[in-house]
């Protein structure tokens, strides 16, 4: 049988097609980012840059923990919204651009300790473990300490460490700490976390009862100096702070 050229050219062509397609069947959908990631990018362009983050490794960081994973299952699709969560114990996740405000004001370098008073579900301790060697931190409530530990260690954070506790008394055996991050509200500033900042440390907390301020302090020559933010609304810290 003869075959003309034109035919053995229009053969070989569609079996080059043929074989492409087969090689890489999902070439579309290869290139669309699943749902949560096309969220948490618009969560950090249209919320945290768009109110001026600007610090690369926090916007870096936010852009990589899937929060979706750190809220209860019926709260998935609400994840990358603009606002908190309910998470277990009547206890919040904070709003995205409340992370990245507080994560990027105690500007961290990746040598630096962390320690986080209000551990919740461990995703703000998840997002400062992408920025530094050493995260400690500590929830109140044991259920809460509990589950926020062994979410982090199934999604891969294995350098948090997680004490269930009153922060309130920080972590003596792990302090100085190069910064401190209070995610639950104090009427004032628990002294045993102003001792345990190092020299040149920053520690950021949203100050007062009814109303709260989110505040900032820089430990220079032993002193702190003092910087407030904005209004922000916490859950109340509990424990020993109530005491005194
Ligand atoms: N950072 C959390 C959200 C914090 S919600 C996250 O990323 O999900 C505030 C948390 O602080 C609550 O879980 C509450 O139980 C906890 N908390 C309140 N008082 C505390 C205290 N004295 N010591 C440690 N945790 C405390």
Known sequence: MKISKYKLVVV??????????????????????????????DMVYSQIVARGVTDERVINAMLKVERHKFVPKDYEKLA???????????????????????????ELKSTDKVLEVGTG???????????????????????????AATRLEELGFLTVEVRYGDGFLGWPEAAPFDAI??????????QPLVEQLAEGGRLIVPLGEDFQILTLY?????????????????????????EK
């Not at 309910?86 to 990245?100: K, L, R």
């Open 181 to 190: 991050i209070i995610t639950c509200a104090p009427s004032k500033l628990p």
């Open 12 to 41: 070989l062509f569609t079996a080059a097609v043929v074989l492409v397609a087969l090689a890489c069947p999902n070439q579309k959908n290869k290139n669309e980012l699943p749902w949560d990631a096309l969220a948490r990018k």
């Open 80 to 106: 990358y919204g603009d606002y908190p969560l309910p998470i277990a114990e009547e206890q919040t996740i904070s709003q995205p651009y409340i992370v990245a405000l507080m994560t990027e004001k105690i």
């Open 218 to 242: 820089k430990k220079v020559d032993g002193i702190l100096e003092k910087e407030e933010i904005t209004p922000v609304l916490f859950v109340p810290m509990k424990g020993l702070i109530e």
């Open 121 to 147: 579900s461990g995703y703000q301790a998840a997002v400062l473990s992408l920025l530094v060697d050493g995260v400690y931190t500590i929830e109140i409530i044991e259920s809460l300490a509990r589950s």
